[in-house]
């Protein structure tokens, strides 16, 4: 058989450039390979509903099982590709396979960064990024354990929302100054803290966590300045690094992730990449990008596919992201690093308001809680790099419609 395309990766974006390749048309063979041993699942569920053990398994499968063969594709599981060798077009694998390409896609994601300090494999002490990863964490979180939570990004806040509703004492260490503090201004930070304030969870800002300490487990976490916080299970939520290993090994372009083009093309035109694992450009923002999010790895499973397929459609979208917490749906529109200017559009003690990110007069992203309205009208504005009336926006009274239709 000729070879065709081969995915390395079996998780949210691989599953969708495989389903997109077939839906555009492509007739040769496509192989997903995955070192995970699961079928693609959605990774969202694993800090929210699978971990409050609201929903099963096959609820968060990305597909339902069957139609991976439906669609002839081969899904292989539990098997890592170690080496890619562009010359000969082929991907090795750890169980001894080698597979030839014609195309590959690299959907490899990334893995959860780690503290590299003492105690740090001590039972207790967890990361989140695999339903393997979910599975040992929810196994231990009882009501009353003390749960210790270090990062206030929204993984590690999810987590907290998560474990009151199982009864866990729960602290969240934040190095910064405030939580969000590398993806939201200062008002939503204040609004997170102050919300899981009411719901008991104990936010330290300023604390720099430095090692784990225990004998055959963990008991505690010691903090820079010397403090001790006792803790009988720890989530370090500090971060993503990319999988982009592989690819560098292989000679591909890489800087903090997988440099790709607008058709995630990566520097050898038979390749691409897709997904957290890439370095991309984003015309909007006028830079490059590496997202972590499911929307940023659909879209461009669908731009890999269609150039593969013959359907060239450049990527060109503005980042959204969405996070639950407690009764909170937040969801973000755009990227607000580098604003210079913000407004905020009704009362945060309402649960209900927005805050829009401005730079040089122009709107760069929208926090909306429970604000869909606010939300869908930005992601519109932010693509077309409108300059909305702050009047009319800071005014409940005035319709998103209308202010969307005279920006
Ligand atoms: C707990 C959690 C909550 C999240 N919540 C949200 C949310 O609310 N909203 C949102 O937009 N995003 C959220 N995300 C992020 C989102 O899940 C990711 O952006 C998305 O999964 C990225 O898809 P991907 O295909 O790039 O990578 P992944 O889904 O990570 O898939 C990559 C796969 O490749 C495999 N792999 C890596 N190297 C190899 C190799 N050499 N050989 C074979 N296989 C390999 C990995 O094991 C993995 O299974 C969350 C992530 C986590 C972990």
Redesign the pocket.
Known sequence: MEPGVVI?????????AALSLRQFGYKGTVTL????D?P?Y???????AWLAGEVQFQDVLFKPDELWAAQNINLITG????DINCDKKRVQ?DDGSSVPYANLII??????RRMDCTGEDLPGVHV???LND?SKLKAEMQKGRKLVIIGGG??GL??AATARKYGLDVTVLEAENRVLARVAGGELSAFFEQLHHQHGVKIKTSMLAQSFEGQDALTGIRLKNGQLIDADLALVGIGLIP?DD?AAHAGLACDNGIVVDDLCRTSDPDIYA????TRHPNAIYGRSLR???????LEQ?KTAAGAIAGREKPYAQVP?????QYDIKLQIAGLSGGHDETLVRGAPDTNRFAVFYFQKGRLIACDAVNAPAEYMAARMMIAKAANPDRVALADLKVPMKEIMRDA
Do not use: M
């Open positions: 390395i990766g079996a998780g949210h974006g691989a599953g969708q390979i995955g070192e995970e699961a693609p959605q990774r969202p569920p694993l800090s929210k098997c890592r590709v170690t694998c959907a490899t994601g990334g893995k959860a989140l990024r695999t979910a929204y993984i999810e987590v999988n592989i897709i997904g957290d694992v997202l972590e999010s499911v929307h940023n790895a499973a959204w992201f969405w996070s639950d």
